[in-house]
């Protein structure tokens, strides 16, 4: 297990070395650059502030800087916002991205996988067709589309809950992003959770476990829960993922201090660093994520224990 | 005095889309206390759905109508806690395929100890002894150290002994034992049906066994219930049966079984054609295509099991005229 942990991280560095060589590269071949303003720069600033941030320096020595930069874990500074190294800014986003984040994956998994045991228990009745016809509706509805309709109706017409802002994240402003971020993983998450339910229902394991006298219950809980939610952890890296990277645009739409906004600005600013660092954050997070889905995937069926060595 | 297990009229049927299939018919059958009955037929006669039928086991398309009495007491629809205390602990059942039959999330141990706790009241540690001594009487080598393995890790033969601990855990009135041996090759297949022999013995449990291999109820039964499509064709004692066949179609199992003496160069007698489709009920005899001794009549009447309980009879218009 540790052996498999190890190797994967192992394998982790090139694909974080591809990510951030694909980044500087796109970055640079988008039109533009980070001090295009309205009204045009004297040539002779424009030439000081490039070779300033060494953009003067061939693409390649430029790339080959900047690589030797993040190896020692520095990002460099913010071309826009001065003042401010990458790293800080970061750090200000990332906490308001965090929680926002896993709160909304807490509500995905735990509703979701509720939801999907219930309908599956359910099967073929009231429960169960409502559940799925709402999950295939929330899985259908962008969060983009979701997140307006949300704070339009709460927050202009019944005047519930805030419009936009964090607020120090107060539960208030909490709720509509929370929701808006959760409601497609939570369907997808219902939907899996049911199918493996259904499957494993139907397995010779769980008439074993009935012909035993086991009551419905313990049946569910012992026999049927573990190999039913293995669909559910193979999907927990791409669910992660896809909130990581919904919230970049809820964010925006919330106006919420979190990472999204920064690199959103950053993007449309050319802010070449801060956009990158993001980049390569949010691309650790995702393999680090992945991982660990990787190895509860071990945790909950002994054969997959085996094979990870 | 009360038969252990009587099943009276059980019909089971299957919706399957807008179809409605049969798997059985009309089935009547009695098991006495101790002995051992061997249902016989080929794949889809019935055999396993019956059970299961009178277990309250079966698929969630299934209806079920008739009768099923345990000690005289109707078991069939029962609700789910009045099955629960009989099933595993006065009514056992042994799968075919141990491997997707244990649930493999979970150590052989732990899936032995839950009916312990369940039936018997014992707790972790009593359970787990019991759970010891079970893998011990069933033979598995190194019973200790298999408690703590998952059933993927252990051989067919492994399992299937695993399947009869669990199923003798709670040394249940009835074992039912649904091809037990199908899974596994002929020398395990001995070992497996001389070990459901001597638990007999020591137990004094009942034991249905439900196989297509005649040889291998032969070996077992006192008492055989041949199946054809649903009904039971012909009953008696092994004995009986297997020396004075009175269906067709049990002597024309019986002309099909190889033997040593069999000469290989020659092929071995089959039944010519197939078993009817379960979606029709046929009029009159549901052998009647196969059989090389049809009448007219077979087509139009249905011939009954007669013979009064226990007697060797034969659902065919040749005996019972």
């Given at each position: 297990?540790?052996a498999?942990?190890?190797?994967?991280?192992a394998?982790a560095?090139?694909?974080?070395?591809?990510?951030?060589?694909?980044?500087?590269?796109l970055?640079r071949?988008?039109?533009?650059g980070?001090?295009?303003?309205?009204?045009?720069?004297?040539p002779?600033v424009?030439?000081?502030?490039?070779?300033?941030?060494?953009?003067?320096?061939?693409l390649?020595?430029?790339?080959?800087i900047?690589l030797?930069?993040?190896?020692?874990g520095d990002?460099?500074?913010?071309?826009?916002y001065?003042?401010?190294?990458?790293?800080?800014?970061?750090?200000?986003g990332?906490?308001?991205?965090?929680?926002l984040?896993?709160?909304?994956?807490?509500?995905?998994?735990l509703l979701?996988?509720?939801c999907g045991?219930?309908?599956?228990?359910?099967?073929?009745?009231?429960?169960?067709?409502?559940?799925m016809?709402?999950?295939?509706?929330g899985i259908?509805?962008?969060?983009?589309?979701?997140a307006?309709?949300?704070?339009?109706?709460f927050?202009?017409?019944?005047?519930l809950?805030?419009?936009?802002?964090?607020?120090?994240?107060?539960a208030?402003?909490?709720?509509?992003?929370?929701i808006?971020?959760?409601?497609?993983?939570?369907?997808?998450?219902?939907?899996?959770?049911r199918?493996?339910m259904?499957?494993v229902?139907?397995?010779?394991?769980?008439?074993?476990?009935?012909?035993?006298?086991?009551?419905?219950?313990?049946?569910?809980?012992?026999?049927v829960?573990?190999?039913?939610?293995?669909?559910?952890?193979?999907?927990?890296g791409?669910?992660?993922?896809?909130?990581?990277?919904?919230s970049?645009?809820?964010e925006?739409?919330?106006?919420?201090p979190?990472?999204?906004r920064?690199?959103?600005?950053?993007?449309?600013?050319?802010?070449y660093?801060?956009?990158?660092?993001?980049?390569?954050?949010?691309?650790?997070?995702?393999?680090?994520?992945?991982?660990?889905?990787d190895l509860?995937?071990?945790?909950?069926?002994?054969?997959?224990?085996?094979?990870?060595? | 005095?009360?038969?252990l297990?009587?099943?009276r009229?059980?019909?089971?049927?299957?919706?399957?889309?807008?179809?409605?299939?049969?798997?059985?018919?009309?089935?009547?059958?009695?098991?006495?206390?101790?002995e051992?009955?061997?249902?016989?037929?080929?794949?889809?006669?019935?055999?396993?759905?019956?059970?299961?039928?009178?277990?309250?086991?079966?698929a969630?398309?299934?209806r079920?109508e008739?009768?099923?009495?345990?000690?005289?007491?109707?078991i069939?629809?029962?609700?789910r806690r009045?099955?629960?205390t009989?099933?595993?602990?006065?009514?056992?059942?042994?799968?075919?395929d141990?491997l997707?039959?244990l649930?493999?999330?979970?150590?052989?141990?732990?899936?032995?100890e839950?009916?312990a706790?369940?039936?018997?009241?014992?707790?972790a540690?009593?359970?787990?002894?019991?759970?010891?001594?079970?893998?011990q009487t069933?033979?598995?080598?190194?019973?200790?150290?298999?408690l703590?393995l998952?059933?993927?890790?252990?051989s067919?033969?492994?399992?299937?002994?695993?399947?009869?601990?669990?199923?003798?855990?709670c040394?249940?009135?009835?074992?039912i034992?649904?091809?037990?041996?199908t899974?596994?090759?002929v020398?395990?297949?001995?070992q497996i049906?001389?070990?459901?022999?001597?638990?007999?013995?020591?137990?004094n449990?009942?034991?249905?066994?439900?196989?297509h291999?005649?040889?291998v109820a032969?070996?077992?039964?006192?008492?055989?219930?041949i199946?054809?499509?649903?009904?039971?064709?012909?009953?008696?004692t092994?004995?009986?049966?297997?020396?004075?066949p009175?269906?067709p179609?049990?002597?024309?199992?019986?002309?099909s079984?190889?033997?040593?003496?069999?000469?290989?160069?020659?092929?071995?007698?089959?039944?010519?054609?197939?078993?009817?489709?379960?979606l029709?009920t046929?009029?009159?005899?549901?052998?009647a295509e196969r059989?090389?001794?049809?009448?007219?009549?077979?087509?139009?009447?249905?011939?009954?099991?007669?013979?009064?309980?226990?007697?060797?009879?034969?659902?065919?218009?040749?005996?019972?005229?």
């Amino acid at each position: 297990m540790l052996a498999f942990t190890l190797r994967r991280l192992a394998v982790a560095i090139p694909t974080l070395l591809a990510i951030a060589t694909a980044s500087f590269f796109l970055m640079r071949a988008a039109p533009g650059g980070p001090f295009d303003t309205e009204a045009d720069l004297d040539p002779e600033v424009l030439e000081n502030l490039y070779r300033a941030y060494g953009l003067d320096q061939p693409l390649l020595e430029q790339y080959r800087i900047y690589l030797a930069n993040v190896l020692q874990g520095d990002f460099g500074p913010s071309l826009v916002y001065e003042d401010f190294n990458v790293t800080e800014l970061i750090a200000i986003g990332l906490p308001v991205s965090a929680r926002l984040g896993v709160t909304a994956m807490l509500v995905a998994l735990l509703l979701g996988a509720t939801c999907g045991i219930v309908a599956a228990l359910r099967h073929n009745r009231l429960f169960d067709h409502a559940t799925m016809t709402m999950a295939m509706t929330g899985i259908a509805i962008p969060s983009f589309v979701t997140a307006p309709i949300l704070a339009l109706f709460f927050g202009l017409y019944l005047k519930l809950l805030p419009v936009a802002g964090w607020n120090d994240g107060a539960a208030a402003n909490m709720v509509l992003p929370v929701i808006a971020l959760a409601l497609p993983q939570l369907a997808i998450i219902a939907r899996l959770m049911r199918g493996g339910m259904l499957e494993v229902l139907r397995a010779n394991f769980v008439r074993t476990a009935r012909a035993k006298g086991l009551p419905e219950r313990q049946v569910v809980i012992n026999h049927v829960l573990q190999s039913a939610a293995v669909p559910l952890v193979g999907y927990l890296g791409p669910a992660l993922a896809g909130i990581m990277t919904g919230s970049l645009v809820i964010e925006l739409i919330f106006d919420l201090p979190g990472v999204g906004r920064y690199f959103i600005q950053g993007a449309l600013n050319r802010d070449y660093p801060l956009v990158m660092g993001i980049v390569i954050v949010y691309g650790t997070l995702i393999i680090l994520l992945n991982l660990m889905s990787d190895l509860a995937y071990a945790a909950l069926d002994p054969r997959v224990r085996r094979t990870y060595r | 005095m009360t038969p252990l297990l009587e099943i009276r009229d059980l019909t089971v049927r299957f919706d399957v889309g807008d179809a409605e299939l049969t798997a059985v018919r009309e089935l009547s059958l009695v098991v006495a206390e101790g002995e051992c009955l061997g249902v016989v037929g080929e794949s889809g006669a019935g055999k396993s759905q019956t059970f299961l039928a009178a277990l309250g086991l079966l698929a969630e398309n299934a209806r079920v109508e008739g009768s099923v009495r345990y000690r005289g007491r109707e078991i069939l629809n029962a609700p789910r806690r009045e099955l629960d205390t009989l099933r595993g602990r006065r009514i056992a059942m042994v799968f075919q395929d141990p491997l997707s039959g244990l649930t493999s999330t979970l150590r052989i141990g732990r899936q032995l100890e839950e009916s312990a706790r369940r039936h018997l009241g014992m707790n972790a540690r009593q359970a787990r002894e019991k759970a010891l001594e079970m893998l011990q009487t069933v033979r598995l080598p190194d019973p200790k150290h298999c408690l703590d393995l998952y059933p993927f890790e252990l051989s067919g033969g492994m399992r299937q002994r695993v399947m009869i601990a669990l199923g003798m855990i709670c040394r249940p009135d009835l074992l039912i034992a649904d091809e037990p041996t199908t899974a596994l090759d002929v020398t395990i297949q001995a070992q497996i049906l001389g070990l459901l022999a001597e638990l007999r013995r020591l137990a004094n449990t009942s034991v249905v066994l439900i196989t297509h291999d005649l040889a291998v109820a032969a070996g077992l039964c006192d008492r055989i219930l041949i199946m054809y499509s649903g009904r039971p064709v012909e009953s008696g004692t092994t004995r009986e049966v297997f020396n004075a066949p009175k269906h067709p179609y049990t002597a024309g199992l019986l002309a099909s079984l190889p033997s040593l003496a069999t000469d290989p160069a020659t092929d071995l007698p089959a039944i010519p054609g197939q078993p009817p489709d379960a979606l029709v009920t046929p009029r009159g005899c549901a052998f009647a295509e196969r059989c090389e001794h049809v009448m007219d009549r077979c087509f139009a009447e249905r011939p009954l099991l007669g013979g009064t309980r226990g007697r060797h009879a034969a659902a065919c218009h040749l005996v019972s005229p």
